[in-house]
């Protein structure tokens, strides 16, 4: 049994990070589906910019909808649009089959947004609602600013992939946010059944302290920020203040492992996913680490409910100098900045695509 169904069985989705049209039209992500036990998928900004700027695929629904007047932003989200919700379909039967809590896929919200909680929460409703798929989360950042729009959108019955958090407490600030999105549906008598997931990003950690630290912990500050997460996610799954939500028909927001490329060429290319095996959780990875880990990857022992050595592992980072909560608010801060640079790059990509092909006649 490859270790994708050897994951899938011990109970984590494997999600794909990654999206282009050839995926779906050649018949690869029905194969991934098929063989290799994925049940979703993610996409961003830089996705969606290397597939249209790197092949011809998207060329005709660009002439058609700029020959419509459509460019920007609006352009983007129907191109956008057309490969998720075609994604969707293809991941249906696995978000019937269990009963919302799988086979979902992923758009963002423009970042342009970011500080208006009202605007990102309309803007998510419209997305959702020309998607026309159940299964379709509306991606929004876990940042401060973020926070409100999370608990406004899930107050308004819209599925949320909460991105950008990286250590324990932005986890919480989401996990709450969300929490208190559904107890609101309850205080009004709507239905609680409203799905979400919260993505924590890994591998930045390593990649922010590579050559500042021992070379014994180079590797593990990733996976020990995400134990310490993972318990504390345990731990609120148990929570009085949760079971009586899942008395009155909510579901758990699940834990999402993201950034678990490895990065370190001298590591292990399943490092982060072998590491963060763990049930009710998902791991949404990229293309070349989904084939590695099919390849020649192998499950090892589950991850503890109580964390592991976590917090003996990130005392030993911070004897090393290592300010852990400074690193989490600055990986995210450079996280959304780059989210921002993504979308402008995405953007200009679109303007010199169109300009090119109306060139070409």
Same mark, same amino acid.
């Given at each position: 049994?490859?270790?994708?169904?050897?994951?899938?069985?011990?109970?984590?989705?494997?999600?794909?990070?990654?999206?282009?049209?050839?995926?779906?039209?050649?018949?690869?992500?029905?194969?991934?589906?098929?063989?290799?036990?994925?049940?979703?998928?993610?996409?961003?900004?830089?996705?969606?910019?290397?597939?249209?700027?790197?092949?011809?695929? &998207?060329?005709?629904? $660009?002439?058609? %909808?700029? @020959? #419509? !007047? +459509?460019?920007?932003?609006?352009?983007?989200?129907?191109?956008?649009?057309?490969?998720?919700?075609?994604?969707?379909?293809?991941?249906?039967?696995?978000?019937?089959?269990?009963?919302?809590?799988?086979?979902?896929?992923?758009?963002?919200?423009?970042?342009?947004?970011?500080?208006?909680?009202?605007?990102?929460?309309?803007?998510?409703?419209?997305?959702?609602?020309?998607?026309?798929?159940?299964?379709?989360?509306?991606?929004?950042?876990?940042?401060?600013?973020?926070?409100?729009?999370?608990?406004?959108?899930?107050?308004?019955?819209?599925?949320?992939?909460?991105?950008?958090?990286?250590?324990?407490?932005?986890?919480?600030?989401?996990?709450?946010? &969300?929490?208190?999105? $559904?107890?609101? %549906?309850? @205080? #009004? !008598? +709507?239905?609680?059944?409203?799905?979400?997931?919260?993505?924590?990003?890994?591998?930045?950690?390593?990649?922010?302290?590579?050559?500042?630290?021992?070379?014994?912990?180079?590797?593990?500050?990733?996976?020990?920020?995400?134990?310490?997460?993972?318990?504390?996610?345990?731990?609120?799954?148990?929570?009085?203040?949760?079971?009586?939500?899942?008395?009155?028909?909510?579901?758990?927001?699940?834990?999402?492992?993201?950034?678990?490329?490895?990065?370190?060429?001298?590591?292990?290319?399943?490092?982060?996913?072998?590491?963060?095996?763990?049930?009710?959780?998902?791991?949404?990875?990229?293309?070349?680490?989904?084939?590695?880990?099919?390849?020649?990857?192998?499950?090892?022992?589950?991850?503890?409910?109580?964390?592991?050595?976590?917090?003996?592992?990130?005392?030993?980072?911070?004897?090393?100098?290592?300010?852990?909560?400074?690193?989490?608010?600055?990986?995210?801060?450079?996280?959304?900045?780059?989210?921002?640079?993504?979308?402008?790059?995405?953007?200009?990509?679109?303007?010199?695509?169109?300009?090119?092909?109306?060139?070409?006649?």
């Amino acid at each position: 049994m490859k270790a994708t169904q050897q994951l899938h069985a011990a109970g984590q989705s494997l999600w794909l990070d990654n999206i282009t049209r050839s995926l779906l039209t050649g018949g690869t992500l029905s194969r991934y589906i098929a063989e290799l036990s994925v049940t979703g998928l993610t996409s961003n900004p830089t996705i969606f910019d290397h597939a249209i700027k790197n092949s011809h695929d &998207y060329d005709a629904a $660009i002439r058609e %909808r700029t @020959a #419509a !007047g +459509l460019s920007g932003e609006a352009l983007f989200f129907e191109l956008a649009l057309e490969d998720l919700t075609r994604a969707a379909d293809l991941f249906r039967p696995i978000h019937q089959a269990t009963n919302g809590v799988d086979g979902w896929v992923s758009l963002e919200v423009s970042p342009n947004l970011a500080y208006d909680a009202k605007s990102t929460v309309a803007a998510a409703r419209d997305l959702h609602a020309r998607a026309g798929r159940p299964n379709l989360f509306i991606k929004i950042p876990g940042t401060a600013e973020g926070i409100p729009a999370i608990e406004e959108a899930i107050f308004a019955g819209v599925p949320v992939n909460v991105t950008l958090l990286f250590s324990r407490e932005q986890y919480v600030a989401a996990a709450q946010a &969300y929490i208190r999105g $559904i107890e609101r %549906r309850v @205080a #009004a !008598g +709507l239905n609680p059944h409203v799905g979400s997931v919260a993505s924590v990003f890994v591998s930045r950690w390593d990649s922010a302290v590579t050559g500042k630290v021992p070379a014994e912990l180079q590797g593990r500050l990733g996976i020990a920020m995400a134990q310490r997460t993972y318990k504390t996610y345990r731990d609120l799954l148990a929570s009085d203040r949760w079971l009586r939500l899942l008395n009155v028909g909510a579901r758990s927001q699940r834990l999402l492992w993201a950034s678990t490329g490895t990065k370190d060429p001298k590591a292990s290319d399943v490092l982060y996913v072998k590491s963060l095996a763990a049930p009710h959780s998902v791991n949404t990875m990229p293309e070349k680490t989904l084939l590695a880990l099919a390849d020649h990857g192998d499950v090892g022992p589950m991850l503890p409910h109580d964390g592991g050595d976590a917090e003996e592992v990130l005392d030993r980072f911070a004897q090393a100098g290592v300010d852990l909560d400074a690193l989490a608010a600055e990986l995210q801060r450079d996280g959304a900045a780059a989210f921002v640079a993504s979308w402008k790059e995405l953007l200009a990509c679109l303007v010199d695509k169109s300009t090119s092909l109306k060139k070409a006649g």
